[in-house]
């Protein structure tokens, strides 16, 4: 893609610039703090990386944080791995997340939607109730600080209950969506051993019941050191024997009381596959989480209580924690329990439009999907509240700039369009929307405040406008305090930080451009990752290689040049099997259950065999290379590999493909 200076497709008013809270923000800090006063954001951000304790103390300053006991300094040690944040520092998460109530209390703190697209609200007094009433129900039943509550929820207002509720007591939260199959969630809950866990007995999706009350009875059973089971009906069955009733459990109308917890005390445990093993439990903190995402939130997306914040997510994926935190800018936030296509594939602007939505968040795979089907979302819906529209989860497309630019222009609308890129990892963005800059085509408009990001070759030198490996050189808050059940560490340092030493390489190919915008190519490492949910190959593998005929499998995710996603699964069969219909449905049907609907392949393709390096891992980054078009000289190290006529299919199938 060329880094050419074009004409921007968008660039914000000057009443926008004035009015945006980042443009308020640099004044501020330039009369508080020393931020330069003029050069814009270029001149902040810079200002940002260089004074890295100062920018994060304004942060603070600016948005209020209270903490119930100081700090000494805002950076202890700037080590990575291992940075340490406002050491001696006390505060609450949950407490800053329901402050709106004291001032709006009968305003929507949430606007819950189905797929009947009806809004519900629930006010700032009725969510700081349950919060209080939950918080106390569950310090009854012996949960005390460090203690993991779990969630078997879709994205509905009881989730973000028991989510602030965990963390106004000092427990750590973890959730994942109901359309996981129960082994996918033991592999993570049982890794951090859960003392409660939140469950419905189904959801809906697509027009349709799914009825998960015997996978909710399987975790029962293979999580031994749970104490407690909150049951809350969806499909309106009772609750199972031993287990408690959300509605008791929230009737008390108890005021909330925050645990003051040190900076870096646990706040929730996220999960992202790596290529190998069981998913990273990676733990975030809760003061890091809480100045990162008031940082992410309020400056970089621009939002405060008059706006309403819509992202299309579910509770397995960080995004859900984000639009969460919305509630730190006193935001009502609009949590959406169905499908994105449904009843049709405008949904998604249906719900924007009902709710009102000022930031509406989405995939680049649904922005395509609508553009492919000829969805005319401004044309067809009142979107006039929408003033950003901010993709994730893959690179959105140059086409799809486009496309959502021109079809909202055609009906007057000036529409920034953020596309953003991070990572579950740090549950923030390492670059994306600033409402100051213009917007260019395919590229992201800039590194985040704080976050020192470069693209590098594999020396270890900084590129502009060549592809390079995207590091970060600083710490961010919001950095893992570590990995659970990793004591030593070796797990977390190994998956950032053994590339380059002391910096966190993430796995990404980006450009960074003369103008300081960031392009993103795609994963580096072999990671699937669809519709943003992210899922280690060896869970595909545990799942496809218990069927008898599959003797070995090799599963690859391709970012594709229209913003599509290819994900075949190669599979060697054992001697006398054949990839039939039959075996193929059984394949597609045991992933979906037993893992997750979003990972089913797009193609399941018989292979002689799969290649391994001598120490006998299966090679998927050059797989994938070669698929991507790489010649095999430049994919792989032929020393390297047990059968190098392996590879020499895959070479053929790119170019069959191509």
């Given at each position: 893609m060329s880094t050419a200076n074009p004409q921007p497709l968008w660039r914000p008013d000057p009443q926008r610039i004035a009015q945006a809270r980042i443009t308020r923000f640099q004044s501020w800090a330039a009369e508080h703090h020393g931020a330069p006063a003029?050069?814009?954001?270029?001149?902040?951000?810079?200002?940002?990386?260089?004074?890295?304790?100062?920018?994060?103390?304004?942060?603070?300053?600016?948005?209020?944080?209270?903490?119930?006991?100081?700090?000494?300094?805002?950076?202890?040690?700037?080590?990575?791995?291992?940075?340490?944040?406002?050491?001696?520092?006390?505060?609450?998460?949950?407490?800053?997340?329901?402050?709106?109530?004291?001032?709006?209390?009968?305003?929507?703190?949430?606007?819950?939607?189905?797929?009947?697209?009806?809004?519900?609200?629930?006010?700032?007094?009725?969510?700081?109730?349950?919060?209080?009433?939950?918080?106390?129900?569950?310090?009854?039943?012996?949960?005390?600080?460090?203690?993991?509550?779990?969630?078997?929820?879709?994205?509905?207002?009881?989730?973000?209950?028991?989510?602030?509720?965990?963390?106004?007591?000092?427990?750590?939260?973890?959730?994942?969506?109901?359309?996981?199959?129960?082994?996918?969630?033991?592999?993570?809950?049982?890794?951090?051993?859960?003392?409660?866990?939140?469950?419905?007995?189904?959801?809906?999706?697509?027009g349709k019941e799914h009825d998960r009350r015997e996978v909710v009875a399987e975790l029962r059973r293979e999580l031994p050191t749970l104490r407690a089971v909150v049951h809350i009906p969806l499909l309106g069955t009772p609750a199972p024997e031993g287990a408690l009733d959300w509605s008791a459990l929230t009737a008390t109308g108890t005021e909330p009381e925050f645990e003051q917890v040190p900076f870096d005390h646990p706040l929730w445990v996220l999960y992202s596959s790596g290529t190998t093993g069981l998913p990273k439990a990676i733990v975030q903190s809760q003061g890091g989480i809480l100045v990162e995402h008031l940082k992410q939130l309020g400056l970089h997306c621009d939002l405060g209580p008059e706006d309403r914040f819509f992202w299309y997510t579910s509770t397995g994926w960080m995004m859900w924690n984000f639009l969460v935190s919305g509630l730190l800018t006193g935001t009502t936030i609009v949590l959406y329990d169905g499908s994105p296509g449904y009843p049709d594939t405008g949904a998604q602007w249906r719900v924007a439009e009902r709710t009102g939505a000022t930031l509406y968040g989405t995939s680049a795979a649904y922005v395509m999907a609508c553009r492919k089907a000829g969805v005319h979302p401004a044309r067809d819906h009142d979107l006039s509240r929408v003033k950003c529209v901010a993709t994730t989860g893959s690179p959105l497309p140059p086409d799809g700039f486009r496309w959502l630019h021109d079809e909202f222009a055609a009906r007057g609308a000036d529409l920034w369009i953020a596309s953003v890129s991070g990572g579950t990892d740090v549950c923030s963005c390492f670059a994306g929307a600033v409402p100051t800059l213009p917007v260019y085509t395919g590229e992201l408009q800039a590194p985040g405040l704080g976050t020192d990001l470069q693209a590098w070759d594999p020396a270890g030198r900084p590129v502009i406008d060549e592809v390079g490996e995207l590091v970060v050189t600083n710490p961010m808050p919001s950095m893992p305090i570590r990995f659970w059940n990793d004591p030593d560490g070796s797990r977390y340092h190994d998956s950032y930080f053994d590339t380059y030493p002391g910096v966190w390489r993430h796995g990404d190919w980006i450009t960074v451009t003369s103008r300081g915008s960031v392009i993103i190519h795609g994963r580096s490492d072999s990671t699937l990752n669809r519709q943003g949910v992210r899922m280690g190959s060896a869970d595909i593998y545990e799942v496809v290689e218990r069927l008898p005929e599959i003797k070995e499998s090799l599963v690859i995710g391709i970012e594709q040049p229209d913003g599509g996603y290819w994900m075949p699964l190669f599979v060697h069969l054992a001697p006398g099997a054949v990839l039939d219909e039959a075996l193929l449905g059984r394949i597609k049907q045991a992933i979906r259950e037993q893992l997750s609907p979003r990972h089913v392949p797009d193609e399941v393709i018989e292979v002689p065999g799969v290649p391994h390096t001598l120490t006998g891992k299966r090679i998927e980054v050059p797989v994938k290379r070669l698929l991507q078009g790489t010649p095999l000289e430049k994919a792989v190290n032929p020393g390297s590999i047990d059968n190098l006529d392996l590879l020499n299919y895959f070479e053929d199938l790119a170019r069959k493909r191509a």
């Amino acid at each position: 893609m060329s880094t050419a200076n074009p004409q921007p497709l968008w660039r914000p008013d000057p009443q926008r610039i004035a009015q945006a809270r980042i443009t308020r923000f640099q004044s501020w800090a330039a009369e508080h703090h020393g931020a330069p006063a003029d050069g814009g954001y270029p001149a902040l951000h810079g200002w940002s990386v260089d004074h890295l304790d100062t920018f994060w103390k304004a942060v603070t300053d600016y948005f209020d944080v209270r903490f119930s006991t100081p700090y000494a300094r805002v950076l202890g040690d700037r080590a990575m791995p291992g940075a340490e944040w406002f050491p001696g520092a006390s505060l609450n998460y949950a407490e800053h997340a329901l402050r709106a109530a004291a001032t709006r209390a009968d305003e929507p703190a949430l606007l819950y939607v189905d797929e009947t697209h009806e809004p519900r609200p629930v006010t700032w007094a009725e969510l700081r109730r349950q919060v209080g009433s939950l918080a106390a129900g569950l310090r009854a039943l012996g949960v005390r600080p460090g203690d993991r509550v779990s969630g078997y929820l879709p994205n509905v207002p009881q989730a973000v209950a028991a989510l602030l509720a965990t963390a106004a007591v000092g427990a750590v939260w973890t959730s994942c969506a109901p359309d996981f199959g129960a082994r996918s969630v033991l592999d993570r809950f049982q890794q951090v051993e859960p003392v409660v866990l939140f469950t419905v007995d189904g959801y809906r999706y697509g027009g349709k019941e799914h009825d998960r009350r015997e996978v909710v009875a399987e975790l029962r059973r293979e999580l031994p050191t749970l104490r407690a089971v909150v049951h809350i009906p969806l499909l309106g069955t009772p609750a199972p024997e031993g287990a408690l009733d959300w509605s008791a459990l929230t009737a008390t109308g108890t005021e909330p009381e925050f645990e003051q917890v040190p900076f870096d005390h646990p706040l929730w445990v996220l999960y992202s596959s790596g290529t190998t093993g069981l998913p990273k439990a990676i733990v975030q903190s809760q003061g890091g989480i809480l100045v990162e995402h008031l940082k992410q939130l309020g400056l970089h997306c621009d939002l405060g209580p008059e706006d309403r914040f819509f992202w299309y997510t579910s509770t397995g994926w960080m995004m859900w924690n984000f639009l969460v935190s919305g509630l730190l800018t006193g935001t009502t936030i609009v949590l959406y329990d169905g499908s994105p296509g449904y009843p049709d594939t405008g949904a998604q602007w249906r719900v924007a439009e009902r709710t009102g939505a000022t930031l509406y968040g989405t995939s680049a795979a649904y922005v395509m999907a609508c553009r492919k089907a000829g969805v005319h979302p401004a044309r067809d819906h009142d979107l006039s509240r929408v003033k950003c529209v901010a993709t994730t989860g893959s690179p959105l497309p140059p086409d799809g700039f486009r496309w959502l630019h021109d079809e909202f222009a055609a009906r007057g609308a000036d529409l920034w369009i953020a596309s953003v890129s991070g990572g579950t990892d740090v549950c923030s963005c390492f670059a994306g929307a600033v409402p100051t800059l213009p917007v260019y085509t395919g590229e992201l408009q800039a590194p985040g405040l704080g976050t020192d990001l470069q693209a590098w070759d594999p020396a270890g030198r900084p590129v502009i406008d060549e592809v390079g490996e995207l590091v970060v050189t600083n710490p961010m808050p919001s950095m893992p305090i570590r990995f659970w059940n990793d004591p030593d560490g070796s797990r977390y340092h190994d998956s950032y930080f053994d590339t380059y030493p002391g910096v966190w390489r993430h796995g990404d190919w980006i450009t960074v451009t003369s103008r300081g915008s960031v392009i993103i190519h795609g994963r580096s490492d072999s990671t699937l990752n669809r519709q943003g949910v992210r899922m280690g190959s060896a869970d595909i593998y545990e799942v496809v290689e218990r069927l008898p005929e599959i003797k070995e499998s090799l599963v690859i995710g391709i970012e594709q040049p229209d913003g599509g996603y290819w994900m075949p699964l190669f599979v060697h069969l054992a001697p006398g099997a054949v990839l039939d219909e039959a075996l193929l449905g059984r394949i597609k049907q045991a992933i979906r259950e037993q893992l997750s609907p979003r990972h089913v392949p797009d193609e399941v393709i018989e292979v002689p065999g799969v290649p391994h390096t001598l120490t006998g891992k299966r090679i998927e980054v050059p797989v994938k290379r070669l698929l991507q078009g790489t010649p095999l000289e430049k994919a792989v190290n032929p020393g390297s590999i047990d059968n190098l006529d392996l590879l020499n299919y895959f070479e053929d199938l790119a170019r069959k493909r191509a």
